[in-house]
T-cell receptor, first 114, second 113 residues
């Protein structure tokens, strides 16, 4: 069965420091992977996706993610965190057996301190 | 502005009431989705419509009834809900269901008394 794990409920980082939000996945075949962000009282907002090609994917607001097939990971990164990056981040994988379906992780709350 | 509008933003209803949630997308997408978001639980897919045809019903209780009259509008009709149905209900749309990202509305916060 396809699944996504986000092992950290919360990540704390100081403004200006690099940040990483972890995601590992389990799929049969090649994965389609996505990152979304949710700000308070808002819906989810698409950040970036990996379908095929270059393992380093660049997205919105300076975020990027690295696809690592051997480690089945798709960690979200940013070189320099901003206080405004504080939000809830979701990793998601396309269900290859039912391609209408996105499977989401439980989310990681990112807190960036000034 | 995400291009996906949900109304109402907040809804409080009793267990015997009947109400409907509305979603409208202005993005020209062909697929629309209903999700349930509860605290400390993964986002739960409820229904998928692709070109107005329902393609996914994720074992959702019959007290939730979706309706998709056209590719731009999606409704979720609610009746005789339970307290555990209190949650944030999110609507999303995408160009198609495979590679394209989903665009979410800001949700309806539903509270069942």
């Amino acid at each position: 069965a396809q699944s996504v794990a986000q092992p950290e409920d919360q990540v704390n980082v100081a403004e200006g420091n690099p940040l990483t939000v972890k995601c590992t996945y389990s799929v049969s075949g090649n994965p389609y992977l996505f990152w979304y962000v949710q700000y308070p009282n808002r819906g989810l907002q698409f950040l970036l996706k990996y379908i095929t090609g270059d393992n380093l994917v660049k997205g919105s607001y300076g975020f990027e993610a690295e696809f690592n097939k051997s480690q089945t990971s798709f960690h979200l990164k940013k070189p320099s965190a901003l206080v405004s990056d504080s939000a809830l981040y979701f990793c998601a994988v396309r269900d290859r057996t039912n391609t209408d379906k996105l499977i989401f992780g439980t989310g990681t709350r990112l807190q960036v301190f000034p | 502005e995400t291009g996906v509008t949900q109304t109402p933003r907040h809804l409080v209803m009793g267990m015997t009431n009947k109400k409907s949630l509305k979603c409208e997308q202005h993005l020209g997408h062909n697929a629309m989705y209903w999700y349930k978001q509860s605290a400390k639980k993964p986002l739960e897919l409820m229904f998928v419509y692709n070109f107005k045809e329902q393609t996914e019903n994720n074992s959702v209780p019959s007290r939730f009834s979706p309706e998709c009259p056209n590719s731009s509008h999606l409704f979720l009709h609610l009746h005789t809900l339970q307290p555990e149905d209190s949650a944030l209900y999110l609507c999303a749309s995408s160009q198609e269901t495979r590679n394209q990202p989903q665009h979410f509305g800001d949700g309806t916060r539903l509270s069942i008394l």
